[in-house]
């Protein structure tokens, strides 16, 4: 029996998760506001190594339920290869001959369901020096050039969070890695694992940047581009009130537009890819935004093709006019939070549930899934299945 409450372009599209912390859960929650049923198998307490926090506030989990399963028990590697003969896709994020271990590698899995697709999600890959070597989002950014070329000239590189490696070169890559193999095997009949490396992902984002310096219009000196802070017009500036505004022009007429709103249309400056007049252009830049409020250049802008914008933090961004318009935050179970992304015209993706609690759903999903009551009491006798009120789980 399917999840009758999704919605979304994948309804229809089954996915078995098991659980982790960071890139493999974005991805499936991904997926799931899509509107594909993926299943989240979480392990019992103490083996998902991230930072205690109540459900509800841990969305990278909304969308999907919660089955939990002792993986070290045969019983419940038995028991997820039930799940994975139904699915579309099966995902993990261990480390390379974790999930094999387990009786959970490709070619158990493939062998019960010859159709499936198989999603890696690692940082360094299934094969290479570094294969099995631990890491997290910085390394992997690290090693690719990306972390080199962000920030300020004279400066340390400055560390994106952790958007670059585990969400843009890892998650967002392993959800169309799996939706385009899910459309090539409806059509072959034949699976296929698809290896989505962290390190892989993240010097792909880097394309245009590798192209840029190739062609002799990318230095390796940070904070001298166009694009990482040496431009005096695609920068940061703060404003009389301590807050800032971001400037993006770019182009010839949107740079004529940004010199119009801070009155600098008339002044002698440098030609604006002039280099050599770059440092004294974000000195005057720099001195003009400090003379208003953020607020005030936001209505000087506004209406303008400056490309000036205010610098907003996450308390002040859903309250953003445009943002509330389109409804890119929302609010679920009280907490705030992005909403579903892209947008479908005809089958809008949604968010399905609230995050659950692990072990939430576990008899329910099982059941649903085709699991006799028989079969469902005998893997909690075993300790195998747990769910909640069981004492482990409870704990």
Known sequence: MTDKRKQGPLAGVRIVELGGIGPGPFCCMLLADLGAEVIRIDRPPGHDGGAPIAARFDLLNRGRRSAMMDLKKPEAAAAVLRL????????????????????????TCLGVNPRLVYGRMTGWGQTGPLAHAPGHDINYISLTGVLNAVGRAGEPPAIPLNLVGDFGGGSLYLALGVVSAILEARGSGRGQVVDAAMVDGSASLMTLIYGMRAAGYWSDQRGTNRLDSGAPWYNVYETRDGSYVSIAANEARFYRAALAVMGLQDEPLAGQHDRSGWPAMQARFAEVFRTRTQAEWVALAEGSESCI???????????????QQRGTFVEVDGVAQPAPAPRFSR????????????????????????????????????????????????R
């Open 309 to 323: 914008t205010p610098v907003l933090s996450m308390a002040e961004a859903p309250a953003h006019p445009h943002l």
């Open 84 to 107: 994975v003969a139904q699915a579309d896709a099966f995902i993990e994020g261990f480390r390379p001959g974790v999930a094999e271990r387990l009786g959970l590698g490709p070619e």
């Open 347 to 394: 089958t809008p993706g949604a968010i399905q549930r609230p995050p659950a609690r692990p072990g939430q759903h576990t008899r329910e999903v099982l059941r649903d899934w085709g699991l006799s009551s028989f079969e469902i009491d005998a893997l909690h006798q075993a300790g195998a299945a747990l769910s909640p009120g069981d004492a482990e789980l409870a």
